[in-house]
């Protein structure tokens, strides 16, 4: 039994919501890449003990024990690919626990996959270290390498940190030199809470140049615009996570630079919903006390994209929208939920349903297939 110390904290609701999102990308993303690249990489900047506890004492695995899950997975797919995993918590109780909890959930895993020669195909390594010490470390590596031989082979970071122990070099460090996806948990609300007491040294480690905060209305927004400005070819798409009051609790923030990825991290917020009017997150509806909702700022804005990038009366392939919305960071909708609206607008007249790119072809109730051409009527 670890000690209570160390696992001593109440898991709030959106916490769940969190590993719940990482499980399901990764799910995805371990798969895909193990298909084409002999090795793959995944950190996790602030991985605690890997174990939660919610307020009624039940346990729950945390991040690191997902990802750990997920390579096993992807491996009994592709079993020539190499998957190496570090987990960075600079608490040293929680790091011992970590890697006592590592070694049993990798064996307990061998297990059930009856994996019994892996070659060490699947490799972890728990570091009792600051994240910032490890970033250090690897920028002291790479500039010893006569070439970076990293730079072509993907790597996932997860960085989910206490307060605002977040700095800007690490995001231009991980996208400059590895091929990289990163997913963090920005919590704008503790820079709302702390904006008078932050220094200008403080201010610039959090988003790579002073800026005045007075003059920002979404932190978060601006952390985007930010790394858009240094990597313009970046995707990088922000989940604001509300509850049921609609107050931000924090927002997630994915960042690639292939549009499948946010295709995919799309998909999973939407998957991973209960929708009423907006994306409502409840992975396990008995398990919350309150809900919380991916906020989905509606039709009506669609509506008025839509017409921004199409005239009126002329014919347009859906697909060409599909793809115009999906894999775009300006907005969160996935396919589902444009096809959704584009129905809806129809409903209304504003739209018209033409015919399909196959004349022969019968549109189905309520379908708006890719091949179908419509136009913008009013």
């Known amino acids: 039994m670890a000690p209570k110390s160390a696992l001593d904290w109440d898991i709030k609701e959106h916490t769940l919501i969190k590993e719940a999102i990482l499980g399901k990308y990764l799910h995805i993303w371990f798969t895909a890449l193990s298909k084409n690249y002999p ?13 939660l506890q919610d307020t009624s004492g039940n346990i729950k695995e945390g991040s690191p024990l997902i990802a750990l899950e997920e390579t096993f997975f992807a491996f009994e797919k592709h079993n020539n690919t190499n998957f190496y995993l570090f987990f960075i918590e600079k608490n040293k109780e929680s790091s011992n626990i970590l890697q006592n909890t590592l070694e049993q959930k990798f064996n307990s895993l061998k297990e059930k996959y009856n994996f019994e020669e892996m070659n060490e195909k699947i490799k972890f390594k728990v570091r009792n270290i600051e994240f910032d010490s490890l970033v250090k470390s690897l920028k002291v590596f790479l500039e010893q390498l006569p070439q970076n031989e ?7 970071v ?3 940190p ?8 690490w995001i231009e460090f991980f996208l400059k030199n590895f091929k990289s996806e990163i997913f963090i948990n920005f919590i704008s609300s503790g820079i709302i809470r702390n904006k008078k007491k932050l220094s ?6 959090i988003f790579g140049e002073y800026i005045d905060l007075n003059q920002i209305n979404d932190y978060a927004l601006e952390f985007k615009n930010q790394i858009k400005k240094k990597f313009p070819d970046s995707k990088v798409l922000i989940f604001p996570i509300k509850n049921s009051k609609n107050s931000t609790v924090y927002k997630l ?12 991290m799309k998909e999973i917020m939407f998957n991973e919903s209960i929708f009423s009017n907006s994306f409502g997150f409840s992975v396990n509806k008995q398990s919350y006390k309150e809900q919380f909702f991916l906020f989905d700022i509606g039709e009506e804005v669609f509506e008025n994209a839509i017409k921004e990038k199409y005239p009126l009366n002329e014919k347009i392939i859906v697909e060409n929208i599909y793809n115009s919305f999906t894999r775009s960071d300006e907005f969160i909708w996935p396919k589902k939920k444009i096809r959704e609206y584009l129905l809806s607008l129809e409903k ?10 196959d004349e022969k072809k019968k549109r189905r109730k309520n379908t708006l297939p890719d091949s179908s051409i419509i136009e913008i009527i009013k």
């Open 150 to 156: 990293l730079k072509n082979l993907p790597l996932f």
């Open 253 to 264: 923030i994915h960042i690639s630079k292939h549009h499948k990825a946010v295709e995919k």
């Open 348 to 357: 209304k007249g504003k739209i018209r349903y033409i015919k399909d790119l």
């Open 39 to 51: 090795s793959i990489f995944y950190i996790d900047g602030f991985a605690g003990s890997g174990i």
């Open 158 to 160: 997860f960085i989910d």
């Open 200 to 205: 200008s040294e403080k201010i610039k480690e």
């Open 162 to 169: 206490f307060g605002l122990n977040i700095k800007f070099e």
